[in-house]
């Protein structure tokens, strides 16, 4: 198993889940809002202001899923979310050791 964890601009989550959903296998995801900062530059904050202005929305995905589907849920959102700007997103997999999908009897 592996889980798939993605954070980047809101406005890109539509685009994300309708590609994901057209993939087989597809597990579903949770989406959480976010706020990130981008790396220090050599741009010097000067005001009060622009330190309290510093955070950007985000959404972050995760995702886990079967070996044999992980990587084209990753290579769909890494394709949807690039904006051409660096440090814009974030898209990563780590390895799960164990995990259960848990379902709700009625």
Do not use: C
């Not at 981008?38 to 009060?48: D, E, K, L, V």
Request: aromatic share 4%.
């Amino acid at each position: 198993m592996k889980e798939i964890k993605a954070v980047f601009g809101p406005q890109r989550l539509a685009g994300v889940r309708d590609a994901l959903r057209r993939l087989p296998g597809y597990p579903g995801m949770t989406v959480t809002k976010a706020e990130g900062s981008m790396a220090p530059s050599a741009h010097a904050r000067h005001t009060i202001k622009e330190e309290l202005t510093d955070s950007i929305a985000r959404v972050r995905i995760e995702i886990v899923a079967p070996d044999d589907v992980a990587d084209a849920l990753f290579d769909t959102i890494v394709a949807v979310v690039s904006a051409g700007t660096p440090g814009d997103s974030v898209v990563w997999i780590s390895n799960v050791e164990r995990a259960a999908f848990v379902h709700k009897t009625v």
